[in-house]
């Protein structure tokens, strides 16, 4: 067993406060890894402001982790120490259901374990990434290519593969038209991996106000939802549609800017139930779906992708005693476009 220091939340309303943490000792199948920089997902902040249920407080989160490994299990084939390598959403899953066989852990039927507020197997709560080290299965290590920094490779163990997994199962590439709803932490990533991969990328937003920023990262064009006369030009227009917002936009609009067969993909978790008219879908046999992460395997792909393409998230490194002010400013909108924690200051 080793001791830590990691920031925690202890309350929907107070802010996260430094402490200390207890890892496991590696077992045969672990690989222990210095955390060097984890990315900051809004998933953390509702977590932590019990959003999405009360989580099991002292809650430590973060699941955008990168970092050096330290020391392997005795039975580990797939890392060695001084390895580069990353943790995501997951730290483990039943591996027997039909969904992790198919290489789909985020989908396990029996619940995979998730990096924080999960139960780990040996009975412990899962502590994420504000921390300074961690302690994961070897099969739920990612290893992080040589040309990925590891500040920017943080942010794609959540943000690059909840875009690159629905782009890669509804097959965008050359030909596709793409919008991505939201140019934020997701939809930066949604815009330069979509323009990696050959598609021609629509940005939606609000406004305009980040219009040069989304053409410079790829995207072909940039519109202005709160411009009513936007959905009437683009009605129809697009193959694919990823909503990386979690606010609860009127649907309706939405879908009616996909094409015949076109699909819109639910990424971001509005507080409130959706609505949707039957009609849109239905006058032109549109889908509404959604999509969580990847697999591991398919994360991998991702990194391996990011690296080939030299695609990389756009990111303020922060120290760790900033993490509320941090907090505050997601929230506000206030960063381009993912906050990453030098764990070294922790």
Not at 313 to 333: F, G, H, K, Q, T
């Amino acid at each position: 067993m080793s001791i830590v220091s990691a920031y925690a939340a202890t309350s929907a309303t107070d802010p996260l406060t430094k402490t200390t943490i207890t890892r496991r000792d590696p077992g045969p199948h672990d690989v222990a890894i210095d955390i060097k920089f984890a990315g900051i997902c809004h998933s953390d902040i509702h977590t932590a402001k019990s959003e999405w249920g009360v989580p099991n407080y002292p809650v430590v989160v973060g699941h955008e982790i990168a970092g050096v490994v330290t020391a392997v299990g005795t039975e580990v084939t797939k890392h060695k120490v001084g390895d580069h390598v990353g943790v995501g959403c997951m730290v483990n899953s039943c591996r027997e259901c039909s969904s992790c066989k198919a290489g789909l852990e985020q989908y396990c039927k029996r619940g995979a374990t998730f990096t924080y507020n999960s139960t780990d197997k040996d009975g412990t709560p899962t502590y994420g990434g504000y921390s300074q080290a961690i302690v994961v299965d070897e099969d739920f290590v990612l290893r992080i290519p040589d040309s990925l920094p590891l500040d920017k490779a943080a942010p794609l163990l959540c943000a690059g593969i909840t875009l690159f997994s629905p782009l890669r199962h509804w097959k965008a590439g050359q030909g596709t038209r793409l919008a991505i709803i939201g140019l934020g932490g997701l939809g930066h990533m949604g815009v330069k991996l979509g323009s990696a991969m050959g598609a021609e990328v629509s940005v939606l937003s609000q406004s305009l106000k980040k219009m040069e920023d989304g053409l410079r990262l790829g995207a072909s064009n940039y519109y202005a939802t709160s411009d009513r006369d936007t959905f009437n030009k683009l009605r129809s227009s697009f193959d694919l549609i990823l909503n990386t917002v979690s606010a609860n936009l009127k649907l309706d609009d939405y879908v009616g800017l996909l094409d015949v067969d076109g699909t819109l993909v639910e990424l971001g978790i509005p507080e409130h139930p959706m609505e949707i008219g039957a009609f849109p879908l239905a006058l032109a046999r549109r889908s509404l779906s959604g999509s969580n992460i990847g697999g591991i395997a398919e994360t991998q792909e991702m990194l391996d992708f990011c690296a080939e393409h030299d695609v990389t998230p756009e990111i303020e490194v922060i120290e760790a005693d900033y993490v509320n002010e941090a907090y505050e400013r997601v929230l506000a909108s206030d960063v381009r476009y993912r906050f990453v924690i030098d764990i070294s200051t922790l």
